[in-house]
T-cell receptor, first 116, second 116 residues
Framework: AQKVTQAQTEISVVEKEDVTLDCVYE???????LFWYKQPPSGELVFLIR??????QNEISGRYSWNFQKSTSSFNFTITASQVVDSAVYFC?????????????FGAGTILRVKS | NAGVTQTPKFRVLKTGQSMTLLCAQD?????MYWYRQDPGMGLRLIHY???????AKGEVPDGYNVSRLKKQNFLLGLESAAPSQTSVYFC???????????????FGQGTRLTVV
């Protein structure tokens, strides 16, 4: 069973539009971490945010905001007033306990295209 | 600091050849990971390690072997390469954080492997 689901394969928006990227996760752990990473066209993976399972406060960082809801097992990411430079692949990830310690698993990613 | 360094960055192999990808980190991290990235599949975990001398299987371990003889190095081996192993490979490392879960992972630049 897929642990991290990013149902949106690709999203296209026009600059200055707001866009929300969805992430739904599945875990039996009571303690876990969730992450968002950005992969721009250059290919490197850039860490954006980490949230732990015992802190459901939403977070805002500039144009980025994250909505964590344990009741729906979701950790959604919103970009406000999108810009062309936001064009990238965005990955949601879950750190959960494996047989030999914690492992980090990723969703399939959402391609975001922001057009000018 | 170099962070996470992968060697080589590009490689073309013939079917049946073997090779080893090297990942080195200088952050004294406990956890290290190998992922492969294929279009539409996101980052899939091949193997991971929770400490020197300890490795574990991830989501797609078949056809790969790993070793972690030193804390700073994590090697990924392909004993007999197949075209299905054509992919971009990423190595990552992370530290054990609060409550025994991971901090954010730091990634290498990736290795583009083509098997012909």
């Amino acid at each position: 069973a897929q642990k991290v689901t990013q149902a949106q394969t690709e999203i296209s928006v026009v600059e200055k539009e707001d866009v929300t990227l969805d992430c739904v996760y599945e875990t039996r752990d009571t303690t876990y971490y969730l992450f968002w990473y950005k992969q721009p066209p250059s290919g490197e993976l850039v860490f954006l945010i980490r949230r732990n399972s015992f802190d459901e406060q939403n977070e805002i960082s500039g144009r980025y905001s994250w909505n964590f809801q344990k009741s729906t097992s979701s950790f959604n990411f919103t970009i406000t007033a999108s810009q062309v430079v936001d064009s990238a692949v965005y990955f949601c990830a879950l750190s959960e306990r494996g047989e030999y310690g914690n492992k980090l698993v990723f969703g399939a990613g959402t391609i975001l295209r922001v057009k000018s | 600091n170099a962070g996470v360094t992968q060697t080589p960055k590009f490689r073309v192999l013939k079917t049946g050849q073997s090779m080893t990808l090297l990942c080195a980190q200088d952050m004294n991290h406990e956890y290290m990971y190998w992922y492969r990235q294929d279009p539409g599949m996101g980052l899939r975990l091949i193997h991971y390690s929770v400490g020197e001398g300890t490795t574990a299987k991830g989501e797609v371990p078949d056809g790969y072997n790993v070793s972690r003889l030193k804390k700073q190095n994590f090697l990924l081996g392909l004993e007999s390469a197949a075209p299905s192993q054509t992919s971009v490979y990423f190595c990552a490392s992370s530290q054990v954080g609060d409550r025994k879960t991971n901090t954010e992972a730091f990634f290498g630049q990736g290795t583009r492997l083509t098997v012909v």
